[in-house]
């Protein structure tokens, strides 16, 4: 039903910023709420941020808190992931998702995923 895909990732070095963007042509993101999640070679795929349809009540894992900022272009259908400041440690495969429930957005309950987009940190 909702077609996801990522972009804006790449190589940047430490301190540097990125915007990723999760769009969906075509459709529209009504109702759903959506949040991007990280993998890192080896280890589990990551909640990093949420925002909710309606409200846009957000929420960020610490790790990423005050340099991440996500935010929704509803008449664009597309999401945003702004990222500052960025440390090695963020360095990952980054996907949007969209999902009906809130509180299953954070445990990866979701109805979509996006394929990802890779965001490399240099020293």
């Known amino acids: 039903q909702v077609q996801l895909e990522e972009s804006g990732g790449g190589l940047v070095q430490a301190g540097g910023s990125l915007k990723l963007s999760c769009a969906a042509p075509?459709?529209?993101?009504?109702?759903?709420?959506m949040g991007w999640f990280r993998q890192a070679p080896g280890k589990e795929r990551e909640f990093v941020a949420g925002i909710s349809w309606g409200a846009g009540s957000t929420n960020y894992a610490d790790a990423v808190k005050g340099r991440f900022t996500i935010s929704r272009d509803t008449a664009k259908n597309t999401m945003y992931l702004q990222m500052n400041s960025l440390k090695l440690e963020d360095t990952a495969d980054y996907y949007c998702a969209a999902g009906s429930t809130w509180d299953g957005l954070r445990r990866k309950v979701v109805n979509y995923w996006g394929q990802g987009t890779q965001v490399t940190v240099s020293v």
């Open positions: 075509g459709r529209t993101f009504s109702n759903y709420h």
